[in-house]
């Protein structure tokens, strides 16, 4: 899955930002090397991995028929310190499907000092009930705490 959506990201950036040879100054290292991985991705390869994000996403939305939410960490870890390297996005996968995701703030690592979320997701275009939820939960804890 990630490496369709990096197949598709940095194809629709080499295309978009095409133009932009003129103020390549004004880009970031970052964004300058995945437009440059995205020219070296073929029409073949970027269109075999839209057609696997369409699979993937109708497998996934088969899935969430059964069910209202999923609940998972926001990330797989709390936030790196500066120099530490990230671990493996673990939240990609609900972009990859179109699928809406909030990310709740509600823990803390009180070793490192930084706070790490819960992620709720819901099936594509229950956006609005997604919100509501959420909203509940945050009143749910700030009626714990």
């Known amino acids: 899955m990630h490496k369709n959506h990096d197949n598709i990201y940095c194809k629709s950036l080499a295309y978009y930002f095409n133009s932009i040879k003129k103020r390549k100054n004004k880009i970031s290292n970052i964004m300058s090397s995945m437009i440059k991985k995205g020219k070296k991705i073929s029409n073949k390869k970027y269109l075999e991995s839209l057609l696997a994000q369409e699979y993937?996403?109708?497998?996934?939305?088969?899935?969430?028929?059964?069910?209202?939410?999923?609940?998972?960490?926001?990330?797989?870890?709390?936030?790196?310190?500066?120099?530490?390297?990230?671990?493996?996005?673990?939240?990609?996968?609900?972009?990859?499907?179109?699928?809406?995701?909030?990310?709740?703030?509600?823990?803390?690592?009180?070793?490192?000092?930084?706070?790490?979320?819960?992620?709720?997701?819901?099936?594509?275009?229950?956006?609005?009930?997604?919100?509501?939820?959420s909203e509940k939960i945050v009143e749910s804890l700030k009626r714990i705490n």
């Open 56 to 133: 993937l996403t109708k497998k996934f939305e088969l899935l969430m028929k059964d069910y209202d939410f999923l609940i998972t960490p926001s990330t797989a870890s709390t936030a790196p310190k500066l120099g530490e390297k990230e671990k493996i996005d673990s939240a990609l996968i609900w972009t990859f499907f179109g699928a809406p995701a909030i990310s709740l703030p509600i823990f803390y690592d009180k070793e490192k000092g930084l706070p790490f979320g819960l992620q709720i997701i819901a099936s594509r275009y229950n956006d609005l009930f997604l919100l509501s939820f």
